[in-house]
């Protein structure tokens, strides 16, 4: 199986100008930083070096293809690997369903729940931070131009600040991709015979002005290319339903539909007298679910 592998390395100034120069270009780039890289994961694993989650790529495995890269001034090294990979052992569980969304990321039908991170102190001071250093970014490009100079100076104050704002952006892709991984390895560690989500209009309800940044922010589309991917690896089967699938408004009871269910309307109450969260509710049904495609 072909397996890739990314991870940040910390080069030196003479190793970044080379990388500057040859990058994508160089294949013995890739071969230096890759026994470098052995040679850290090597003293790691004695002991002699601190335990910090740059990553390591596996050693003594065939490498079959490597690039060098740079991102917001930090450096990556990209691999894939033919590794042998064994489904992890242990008896498959009984299936689940997963209603995502934007209040919450995941619902699970065995009564997991994953927040959204989003609404996390930690997220919304890096966002009112991402805030005040695209102002300053702005107000440097004013000055600039009410200057009407062409100063190196100015332009290279103007390049500094263009970099804090991309390393910002960059630190709040990397928590949520980080979620996302930990979330989905949650899930499927239990090795549930299947998982059924739900086909999202994940473009539809981007032109929704009132939730399209929440959208963006939740990374609904990767999140399913990660699980699938995820999916894979364990031998759990991946069940796409239908967009148009009434999950929410199905009374997971009596099988009635609440056609009236607005999105306001967190409780789920049926006539039947059934009454459930909502997004609960939802993943009961998904998991239920006769009508399927697979992954």
């Known amino acids: 199986m072909l397996r890739a592998y990314k991870v940040e390395i910390k ?5 970044i100008e080379k990388i500057n120069q040859s990058i994508g270009i160089c294949r013995w780039l890739y071969n230096q930083y890759l026994f470098t890289n052995n040679q850290l994961y090597a003293q790691y694993k004695k002991g ?11 050693v003594g495995e065939k490498v079959i293809s490597g690039t060098v890269s740079k991102k917001y001034n930090r450096y990556y090294v990209s691999v894939i690997i033919d590794t042998d990979w064994n489904i992890p052992s242990g008896e498959y569980t009984e299936g689940i369903g997963i209603d995502l969304g934007v209040k919450d990321l995941a619902i699970c ?5 994953f927040k959204n991170i989003n609404k996390t102190q930690k997220i919304r001071k890096l966002e009112k931070k991402l805030e005040r250093e695209q102002k300053r970014l702005s107000k440097k490009y004013e000055s600039l131009k009410l200057r009407n100079k062409k100063g190196e100076a100015t332009r290279q104050n103007i390049q500094k600040q263009i970099v804090k704002v991309q390393s910002i952006h960059q630190r709040l892709t990397n928590i949520r991709i980080d979620y ?8 499927v560690k239990q090795k549930p015979s299947y998982i059924t989500i739900e086909d999202l209009n994940v473009r539809g309800m981007m032109k929704n002005r ?7 922010q939740q990374k609904l589309y990767e999140f399913r290319n990660k699980l699938n991917y995820k999916c894979n690896l364990f031998g759990i089967e991946l069940r796409i339903v239908d967009r148009f699938y009434p999950s929410s408004k199905l009374c997971n009871n009596c099988g009635s539909i ?8 967190r409780i789920y109450k049926c ?9 609960y509710n939802a993943s009961l049904n998904l998991k239920d679910a006769k ?3 697979i992954a």
Not at 258 to 265: E, V, Y
């Open 271 to 279: 006539h039947c007298g059934y009454i459930e969260d909502r997004d």
């Open 11 to 15: 080069p030196t100034q003479k190793q």
């Open 109 to 113: 039908s065995n009564k997991q729940k």
């Open 291 to 293: 009508i399927y495609k």
């Open 210 to 216: 009132h939730l399209s940044k929440a959208v963006v």
């Open 180 to 187: 996302i991984n930990k979330t989905i390895y949650e899930i």
């Open 258 to 265: 609440k056609s009236d269910l607005k999105l306001k309307d």
């Open 48 to 58: 002699f070096i601190d335990k910090k989650q740059y990553g390591y790529i596996p």
